[in-house]
């Protein structure tokens, strides 16, 4: 019994990581800007294929430097297209900001298939990180930890940024007040790119970082943005904290659903959010949109 608890428990933490790390990119980025941005899952899938691109069968330290190399590559995806295309659609409606970016997520998806193929790809994780860890007679794969670490640090790097630095403030204000944060001399605009730049870095982050323990191939980027969307709607859109509860309960779902009903596994997700949104719809500690 013990050894099975933590086997599901890593296994939860793990899953739950790597949705953290995506969800936060998505759940700033429509906080701040009020963008629901499809492409998002895009520059996940952008991070996973950069990654087994630039560290080929390498380990070791060229791992870690093609997780750099291809989060800040994506982090310049992410504010080109902002600068061309996002920024002319913020005061738009959403259904605007939805076709824009579906847009963009179908033209993401074909520059895929002709850079990489229709076929999958796998990346080998750090020779320090590629066997089995046994804890307490359970084993489970030593790169689960690598995950959660990230995740980790990832929530611990937004916390000082957004309580512990003046850019947080202005970030917090822009959820809450943008027309007086600008009236008050604050370059919105600016503020506005940094926040797509970080959201984009986060998502190609978290692609990177789960490339070992996934198929990297053509389709992840609309089954991650999904779950992305989901977790973010459970945890309330703008909310960096609810990203990480929601993630958990994700995990959570996803882990017992495999465990009482395989076959249904994928409906206990969805069930999770629509009794979130009953119970409460702006998410659990999401801050309800302001109505004009």
């Not at 330290?61 to 504010?79: D, E, H, K, N, S």
């Not at 070992?212 to 053509?218: G, H, I, K, S």
Request: aromatic content about 8%.
């Amino acid at each position: 019994m013990m050894p099975t608890a933590i086997i599901d428990t890593v296994g939860v933490l793990s899953t739950a990581g790597a949705l953290f790390i995506v969800s936060a990119g998505l759940t700033l980025v429509f906080g701040a800007m009020r963008l629901i941005n499809i492409a998002h899952g895009s520059f996940y899938m952008y991070g996973a294929f950069l990654l087994t691109t630039i560290a080929g069968a390498g380990t070791g330290l060229r791992f870690w430097l093609a997780v750099v190399a291809a989060t800040i590559v994506v982090a310049l995806i992410g504010a080109a297209v902002e600068l061309v295309i996002m920024r002319r659609v913020y005061d738009s409606e959403h259904l605007t900001q939805l076709i824009a970016t579906f847009g963009l997520f179908l033209i993401f998806a074909d520059l895929a298939l002709h850079f990489w193929g229709d076929n999958s790809r796998t990346a080998n994780p750090p020779a320090a990180f590629a066997g089995q860890v046994a804890i307490g007679g359970a084993v489970f794969p030593a790169y689960d930890l690598v995950v959660i670490a990230a995740a980790v640090a990832v929530g611990l790097g937004l916390w000082v940024l957004l309580q512990r630095s003046g850019l947080g403030w202005r970030i917090r204000a822009a959820v809450e007040d943008p027309e007086t944060l600008q009236a008050g001399g604050t370059n919105l605009p600016l503020l506005r790119t940094g926040m797509f730049t970080m959201g984009a870095l986060l998502a190609g982050l978290s692609g990177a970082i789960v490339a070992p323990q996934v198929a990297v191939a053509p389709g992840m980027d609309s089954s991650i943005v999904v779950a992305a969307f989901i977790v973010a709607i459970i945890g309330g859109l703008g909310s960096v904290p609810g990203a990480a509860l929601g993630a958990l309960i994700i995990g959570a779902a996803e882990t017992i659903g495999t465990i009482v009903a395989p076959t249904w596994a994928s409906s206990f997700i969805y069930l999770a959010m629509i009794a979130v949104l009953v119970a409460r719809p702006s998410g659990l500690l999401g801050i309800p949109e302001r109505r004009q």
